[in-house]
Protein backbone atom coordinates (compact mmCIF):
# COMPACT_ATOMS: atom_id res chain seq x y z
CA UNK A 1 0.00 0.00 0.00
CA UNK A 2 1.34 3.29 -1.06
CA UNK A 3 1.75 6.49 1.28
CA UNK A 4 1.31 8.70 -1.16
CA UNK A 5 -2.43 10.30 -1.16
CA UNK A 6 -5.17 10.52 -3.90
CA UNK A 7 -5.75 13.70 -6.31
CA UNK A 8 -7.95 16.52 -4.88
CA UNK A 9 -11.56 16.00 -5.10
CA UNK A 10 -13.51 17.73 -8.14
CA UNK A 11 -15.33 20.77 -7.30
CA UNK A 12 -18.53 19.37 -5.80
CA UNK A 13 -16.83 16.56 -4.42
CA UNK A 14 -15.94 15.65 -0.68
CA UNK A 15 -14.21 12.45 -0.69
CA UNK A 16 -12.27 11.94 2.27
CA UNK A 17 -10.95 15.52 2.21
CA UNK A 18 -8.84 15.50 5.64
CA UNK A 19 -6.37 13.24 3.16
CA UNK A 20 -5.86 16.20 0.64
CA UNK A 21 -2.74 18.22 0.70
CA UNK A 22 -0.86 20.27 -1.69
CA UNK A 23 2.11 18.60 -3.48
CA UNK A 24 5.53 19.40 -2.12
CA UNK A 25 8.89 19.29 -3.31
CA UNK A 26 9.44 16.04 -2.04
CA UNK A 27 10.99 13.50 -4.98
CA UNK A 28 8.39 11.62 -6.71
CA UNK A 29 5.38 14.73 -6.35
CA UNK A 30 4.93 13.17 -2.98
CA UNK A 31 1.37 14.78 -1.29
CA UNK A 32 1.77 16.02 1.86
CA UNK A 33 -0.25 15.73 4.72
CA UNK A 34 -2.30 18.48 6.66
CA UNK A 35 -0.52 19.65 9.80
CA UNK A 36 -2.59 18.54 13.00
CA UNK A 37 -3.75 21.81 14.86
CA UNK A 38 -1.80 20.41 18.26
CA UNK A 39 1.61 20.68 16.08
CA UNK A 40 0.28 24.33 15.13
CA UNK A 41 -0.31 25.19 18.68
CA UNK A 42 3.09 24.01 19.75
CA UNK A 43 4.82 25.70 17.28
CA UNK A 44 3.27 29.17 18.10
CA UNK A 45 4.30 28.68 21.55
CA UNK A 46 7.57 27.89 20.69
CA UNK A 47 8.03 30.70 18.67
CA UNK A 48 6.42 33.08 21.30
CA UNK A 49 9.55 31.98 23.26
CA UNK A 50 12.08 32.49 20.70
CA UNK A 51 10.43 36.25 19.70
CA UNK A 52 9.17 36.84 23.20
CA UNK A 53 12.31 36.80 25.52
CA UNK A 54 14.09 39.18 23.47
CA UNK A 55 11.29 41.25 22.59
CA UNK A 56 10.80 41.90 26.19
CA UNK A 57 14.74 42.40 27.05
CA UNK A 58 14.10 44.94 24.24
CA UNK A 59 11.26 46.94 25.48
CA UNK A 60 12.55 46.91 29.17
CA UNK A 61 15.61 48.50 27.80
CA UNK A 62 13.75 51.07 25.60
CA UNK A 63 11.59 51.78 28.29
CA UNK A 64 8.35 50.37 26.93
CA UNK A 65 7.25 48.63 30.03
CA UNK A 66 5.65 50.45 32.89
CA UNK A 67 6.13 49.36 36.45
CA UNK A 68 3.60 49.90 38.42
CA UNK A 69 3.91 49.00 42.45
CA UNK A 70 0.68 48.57 44.56
CA UNK A 71 2.14 48.06 47.92
CA UNK A 72 3.43 44.45 47.95
CA UNK A 73 3.07 43.71 44.66
CA UNK A 74 4.60 44.77 41.81
CA UNK A 75 3.02 44.62 38.13
CA UNK A 76 4.55 45.51 34.72
CA UNK A 77 2.07 46.83 31.92
CA UNK A 78 3.18 47.19 27.99
CA UNK A 79 3.32 50.48 26.49
CA UNK A 80 1.52 50.61 23.29
CA UNK A 81 4.97 50.87 21.52
CA UNK A 82 6.04 47.21 22.87
CA UNK A 83 3.01 46.03 21.24
CA UNK A 84 3.99 47.98 17.97
CA UNK A 85 7.51 46.47 18.31
CA UNK A 86 6.30 42.83 19.09
CA UNK A 87 3.62 43.66 15.93
CA UNK A 88 6.63 44.08 13.38
CA UNK A 89 9.42 42.08 14.74
CA UNK A 90 6.74 38.86 14.23
CA UNK A 91 5.69 40.23 10.73
CA UNK A 92 9.35 40.36 9.86
CA UNK A 93 10.16 36.92 11.25
CA UNK A 94 7.77 35.09 9.81
CA UNK A 95 8.32 36.94 6.48
CA UNK A 96 12.04 35.48 6.28
CA UNK A 97 11.66 31.98 8.10
CA UNK A 98 7.79 31.23 6.62
CA UNK A 99 8.93 32.90 3.43
CA UNK A 100 11.63 31.14 2.58
CA UNK A 101 12.13 28.18 0.64
CA UNK A 102 12.28 25.90 3.94
CA UNK A 103 9.08 27.79 4.84
CA UNK A 104 9.31 27.38 8.54
CA UNK A 105 9.95 29.19 11.71
CA UNK A 106 12.16 27.85 14.93
CA UNK A 107 9.02 26.47 16.44
CA UNK A 108 7.63 25.01 12.66
CA UNK A 109 11.02 23.32 12.35
CA UNK A 110 10.91 21.78 15.94
CA UNK A 111 7.61 20.23 15.10
CA UNK A 112 8.31 19.18 11.59
CA UNK A 113 5.48 21.67 9.84
CA UNK A 114 5.83 23.71 7.06
CA UNK A 115 3.84 26.75 5.02
CA UNK A 116 3.32 25.74 1.85
CA UNK A 117 1.21 27.46 -1.35
CA UNK A 118 -1.73 25.65 -0.98
CA UNK A 119 -2.17 25.23 -4.89
CA UNK A 120 1.27 24.56 -6.29
CA UNK A 121 3.08 23.03 -2.79
CA UNK A 122 5.85 25.84 -3.11
CA UNK A 123 7.11 28.94 -0.77
CA UNK A 124 4.71 31.05 -0.45
CA UNK A 125 7.48 33.99 -0.40
CA UNK A 126 8.07 36.55 2.07
CA UNK A 127 5.12 38.60 1.34
CA UNK A 128 2.65 36.42 1.42
CA UNK A 129 4.27 35.11 4.64
CA UNK A 130 4.29 38.71 6.13
CA UNK A 131 0.26 38.94 5.22
CA UNK A 132 -0.27 35.96 6.76
CA UNK A 133 1.15 36.93 10.10
CA UNK A 134 -0.26 40.45 10.23
CA UNK A 135 -4.06 38.87 9.47
CA UNK A 136 -2.98 36.39 12.66
CA UNK A 137 -2.05 38.70 14.98
CA UNK A 138 -4.34 41.58 13.83
CA UNK A 139 -7.33 39.43 14.31
CA UNK A 140 -6.02 39.23 18.10
CA UNK A 141 -4.90 42.80 18.35
CA UNK A 142 -7.95 44.66 17.30
CA UNK A 143 -10.64 41.77 17.99
CA UNK A 144 -10.10 39.34 20.75
CA UNK A 145 -12.92 36.28 19.54
CA UNK A 146 -12.10 36.34 16.20
CA UNK A 147 -8.64 35.56 16.77
CA UNK A 148 -9.33 32.85 18.93
CA UNK A 149 -11.71 32.20 16.26
CA UNK A 150 -9.13 32.18 13.64
CA UNK A 151 -6.38 29.66 15.52
CA UNK A 152 -8.80 27.10 16.28
CA UNK A 153 -10.47 27.17 12.92
CA UNK A 154 -7.86 24.32 11.31
CA UNK A 155 -9.64 22.22 13.81
CA UNK A 156 -12.80 21.82 11.94
CA UNK A 157 -11.71 23.13 8.31
CA UNK A 158 -11.67 20.33 5.70
CA UNK A 159 -8.25 21.57 4.39
CA UNK A 160 -6.79 22.67 7.90
CA UNK A 161 -6.28 26.02 7.13
CA UNK A 162 -6.88 28.78 9.62
CA UNK A 163 -8.49 31.86 7.81
CA UNK A 164 -4.95 34.01 8.14
CA UNK A 165 -3.96 31.02 5.80
CA UNK A 166 -7.46 31.22 3.46
CA UNK A 167 -6.21 34.69 3.14
CA UNK A 168 -2.89 34.11 1.70
CA UNK A 169 -3.88 30.66 -0.07
CA UNK A 170 -1.67 28.70 2.32
CA UNK A 171 -1.70 25.46 4.19
CA UNK A 172 0.31 24.21 7.00
CA UNK A 173 1.98 20.65 6.14
CA UNK A 174 3.72 17.90 8.27
CA UNK A 175 7.19 18.04 6.32
CA UNK A 176 8.16 14.51 8.35
CA UNK A 177 5.60 12.71 6.15
Do not use: C
Request: aromatic share 8%; charged share 20%.
Amino acid sequence: MSDALPPPPRDGEDDEPWRYGPPTDAPGGAAAMPAPWWRRAVAILLDGLVLGAPIALIGFQLGLVRTIEDGDITRYEPESGLLLLQLVASVVYSAIMDGSLRGATVGKMAMKIQVRDAAAGGPIGPGRAALRRLVYVGLFYAYVLPGIANALSPLWDKRRQGWHDKAVRSVVVRSDA
